[in-house]
């Protein structure tokens, strides 16, 4: 959809082709000019002329930034929830949120090119079906506030990235209890949606709706809480215990009341190499916290996570996957330099890099688990010495 819209505004394609066209039409006549006396045996096999790029493919880069940032200055300006209640002119949608006319006008053109919104011959804009579903505030599932935090809380450390490049360390790095709580404070509800799918299916896959005795989790860096929530949801013997930083934990406590499972959580307070898990758990999510981590810690993490659970419990882990070779998918690559400008030893990993890390721990039957999300879960097992619970 972005290709689309800014393909017509950087429509130079055709431009290039014509001008190579030209060139070629000229320098194929001037040759032929200078070689018209030599005979054809003597003359030199023409070599064959290579594709000639454009760019307009950087041109479009030149201007990613802005979608996001598009998208986010509407949310902010109440836009998308003022259509809420239906079609409406600049005029009206400046009179009820009190933005500028100038300002409105370019930002809901620049959302009706990115087919965010639509606009009648009567001028009025209204939502279309991906807008109402996802950037209302306040719905179940919305996106809007990660857009609304965008220029305040992504891009600002993303300016630094040159200096990252050259140090290898990030502007501030998140992953600390004394700068971490802040960001993440802002961060954990807006990703809601990205995880509470996966963690519905999580809870399907482990069959915890047939659960016939109490079932244990354990939430690591549990955040807003949305994996053990997804989990506590499917059966009313699912006990969660929730640990993160202390910061962290209003938070969680918040949202576990809005989902109605408050009464089924309790807390760990601490970083997760020093906090005291427990126990006995049957299940140990780990919902995109190894990207933060870096190799080192993750690794520790997961000998502490083994420890924690009982002989048969399963792991459940959330990642922005690389392949081997680590040239695609594109996002996971990007989210790497995400994690280079947010975290010390950051970084995204391969399926084949966490199964052997699991593996080493002593952890059996790593595989795959196909979810909503940026990539697979990947799921492992505690060998066990007893039947399981499921």
Same mark, same amino acid.
């Given at each position: 959809?972005?290709?689309?819209?800014?393909?017509?505004?950087?429509?130079?394609?055709?431009?290039?082709?014509?001008?190579?066209?030209?060139?070629?039409?000229?320098?194929?006549?001037?040759?032929?000019?200078?070689?018209?006396?030599?005979?054809?045996?003597?003359?030199?096999?023409?070599?064959?002329?290579?594709?000639?790029?454009?760019?307009?493919?950087?041109?479009?880069?030149?201007?990613?930034?802005?979608?996001?940032?598009?998208?986010?200055?509407?949310?902010?300006?109440?836009?998308?929830?003022?259509?809420?209640?239906?079609?409406?002119?600049?005029?009206?949608?400046?009179?009820?949120?009190?933005?500028?006319?100038?300002?409105?006008?370019?930002?809901?053109?620049?959302?009706?090119?990115?087919?965010?919104?639509?606009?009648?011959?009567?001028?009025?804009?209204?939502?279309?079906?991906?807008?109402?579903?996802?950037?209302?505030?306040?719905?179940?599932?919305?996106?809007?506030?990660?857009?609304?935090?965008?220029?305040?809380?992504?891009?600002?450390?993303?300016?630094?990235?040159?200096?990252?490049?050259?140090?290898?360390?990030?502007?501030?790095?998140?992953?600390?209890?004394?700068?971490?709580?802040?960001?993440?404070?802002?961060?954990?509800?807006?990703?809601?949606?990205?995880?509470?799918?996966?963690?519905?299916?999580?809870?399907?896959?482990?069959?915890?709706?047939?659960?016939?005795?109490?079932?244990?989790?354990?939430?690591?860096?549990?955040?807003?809480?949305?994996?053990?929530?997804?989990?506590?949801?499917?059966?009313?013997?699912?006990?969660?215990?929730?640990?993160?930083?202390?910061?962290?934990?209003?938070?969680?406590?918040?949202?576990?009341?809005?989902?109605?499972?408050?009464?089924?959580?309790?807390?760990?307070?601490?970083?997760?190499?020093?906090?005291?898990?427990?126990?006995?758990?049957?299940?140990?999510?780990?919902?995109?916290?190894?990207?933060?981590?870096?190799?080192?810690?993750?690794?520790?993490?997961? #000998? &502490? /996570?083994?420890?924690?659970?009982? %002989? @048969?419990?399963?792991?459940? +882990?959330?990642?922005?996957?690389?392949? !081997?070779?680590?040239?695609?998918?594109?996002?996971?690559?990007?989210?790497?330099?995400?994690?280079?400008?947010?975290?010390?030893?950051?970084?995204?990993?391969?399926?084949?890099?966490?199964?052997?890390?699991?593996?080493?721990?002593?952890? #059996? &039957? /790593?595989?795959?688990?196909?979810? %909503? @999300?940026?990539?697979?879960? +990947?799921?492992?097992?505690?060998?066990? !010495?007893?039947?399981?619970?499921?």
């Amino acid at each position: 959809m972005t290709n689309e819209v800014m393909r017509s505004v950087f429509s130079l394609g055709e431009l290039f082709d014509t001008i190579d066209w030209v060139c070629e039409r000229c320098h194929a006549r001037y040759v032929s000019i200078l070689r018209f006396k030599k005979a054809k045996a003597t003359m030199p096999k023409k070599p064959s002329k290579k594709k000639q790029g454009t760019p307009e493919r950087l041109m479009q880069f030149g201007f990613a930034y802005a979608p996001p940032l598009i998208i986010g200055a509407a949310v902010s300006n109440k836009v998308f929830d003022t259509l809420e209640s239906g079609g409406k002119t600049i005029e009206q949608v400046s009179k009820t949120t009190g933005a500028s006319q100038r300002g409105l006008r370019a930002v809901m053109n620049a959302l009706v090119g990115l087919k965010l919104l639509k606009k009648n011959r009567h001028e009025k804009y209204s939502l279309t079906p991906e807008s109402e579903a996802f950037l209302i505030s306040g719905k179940p599932g919305t996106l809007a506030g990660l857009f609304a935090m965008a220029s305040t809380h992504l891009v600002p450390d993303w300016l630094h990235l040159n200096e990252a490049v050259r140090t290898g360390t990030p502007p501030v790095a998140l992953n600390q209890e004394a700068t971490g709580p802040e960001f993440f404070s802002v961060l954990v509800e807006n990703i809601i949606p990205m995880s509470y799918p996966a963690a519905m299916v999580l809870g399907q896959s482990l069959g915890l709706a047939n659960a016939r005795k109490p079932v244990c989790v354990l939430d690591v860096a549990a955040g807003s809480g949305i994996w053990g929530i997804g989990l506590a949801q499917q059966s009313p013997l699912v006990r969660v215990t929730a640990q993160d930083w202390p910061e962290m934990i209003p938070i969680t406590r918040r949202i576990t009341q809005k989902f109605g499972v408050a009464d089924r959580f309790t807390y760990v307070e601490g970083d997760v190499l020093k906090a005291n898990f427990g126990t006995d758990y049957d299940i140990a999510t780990l919902g995109h916290i190894l990207h933060t981590e870096g190799e080192d810690r993750s690794r520790k993490l997961l #000998k &502490k /996570v083994f420890g924690a659970l009982k %002989p @048969g419990g399963a792991i459940a +882990i959330g990642e922005w996957l690389v392949n !081997d070779e680590r040239t695609e998918p594109l996002p996971s690559l990007i989210f790497a330099v995400n994690m280079l400008v947010h975290s010390e030893r950051g970084d995204t990993f391969s399926f084949n890099e966490i199964k052997r890390w699991l593996e080493e721990t002593g952890f #059996k &039957k /790593v595989r795959k688990l196909e979810a %909503p @999300g940026p990539s697979p879960l +990947i799921l492992a097992t505690k060998p066990k !010495d007893r039947l399981s619970i499921f």
